[in-house]
């Protein structure tokens, strides 16, 4: 077995706001009709989420439950978990029509910690970040990357991309939390 | 900037959030129909200076395509609605007649 590591194993950077890579997260694609009871019903076995509703997370005992588009979701579970996780959805949803991934190693996830997490990722991204709540989900792009992200708490920041991009988005926005960067001063 | 209402997400998508995919609801000519239908089909376009149809994908989003009634001149946007549609529903047509009772219509 190799030795999983995260793609910036913990990079660290901190200015007016921490910027973090997040270690080792499970993450999984499912894919399917959103609104059948089998998919509600692993979604809930996975993760102990609700179904999310349109552009929302939501949370459970196991992991979330993140609305990525009209059919399809991330689950974030787990790094350990995410194997078994996968392997018991395929299970349980063998007759749905759908597609579940174990996608963990091809991403990267970054936590932004300060009480203007929200500012520094309105500087990378054209989403209105002032309306995000926790609870909410937004794909949208950072720079000149895809990446989603979501409120743990009204101080701190998800973000999740690519894997291949983890260090151009960990450098964009240690950028953009550098001290006296601040907006509004 | 143009801002459009990606239908699926919900949300209000900047130009920069999305890919322009040209002009909707063409009807394609294939293999069997006649060469004028098939040229007109690859190579002719709708240019209006007004209200226009076009496909976009909110590409960095959900990824989806959809459509959007807008007008090329002002850059007001109409609204915007699924792609699993082979013309403009009622709703958009009723919204772009109100502020252009002269517009002749959609085909």
């Known amino acids: 077995m190799s030795n999983a590591v995260s793609a910036l194993q913990g990079a660290l950077y901190k200015g007016y706001c921490t910027v973090e890579e997040a270690g080792l997260v499970g993450m999984i694609t499912l894919r399917g009709d959103l609104s059948s009871d089998a998919i509600a019903k692993a979604v809930k076995a996975a993760t102990g989420a609700e179904m999310p509703g349109q552009g929302k997370i939501t949370e459970g005992a196991k992991g979330r439950a993140g609305w990525m588009s009209p059919d399809e979701l991330l689950l974030i579970v787990d790094h350990a978990a995410a194997p078994k ?5 395929s299970k349980s949803l063998a007759d749905e029509h759908s597609l579940i991934v174990n996608v963990s190693d091809a991403r990267a996830v970054f936590r932004v910690k300060g009480a203007a997490c929200r500012e ?3 500087k990378l991204s054209p989403a209105d970040t002032a309306v995000m709540q926790p609870g909410m989900l937004r794909r949208t792009r950072v720079a000149q990357i895809p990446a989603a992200f979501y409120l743990e708490d009204d101080q701190t920041a998800v973000l999740v991309c690519f894997r291949s991009v983890a260090q151009y988005a960990f450098d964009l926005l240690a950028d953009a939390a550098r001290d006296g960067g601040e907006v509004g001063v | 900037m143009l801002i459009l209402e990606c ?7 900047d130009e920069t959030d999305l890919h322009g995919g040209g002009e909707a609801h063409l009807k394609r000519f294939g293999p069997g129909s006649s060469d004028d239908d098939f ?3 690859l190579f002719h376009r709708a ?3 007004g209200v226009h149809f076009e496909r976009w994908r909110h590409v960095s989003g959900c990824g989806k395509w959809f459509h959007a009634a807008r007008n090329t001149m002002t850059l007001e946007v109409y609204g915007t609605y699924s792609a699993q549609t082979y013309e403009p529903p009622k709703a958009i047509i009723n919204a772009v007649k109100k502020k252009h009772p002269e517009w002749e219509g959609y085909e």
């Open chain 1, 120 to 122: 520094v990722i309105a």
């Open chain 2, 47 to 49: 240019n209006p200076k």
């Open chain 2, 7 to 13: 239908p699926y997400c919900g949300v209000m998508a």
């Open chain 1, 85 to 89: 996780v996968v392997e018991a959805a």
């Open chain 2, 39 to 41: 040229e007109t089909y």
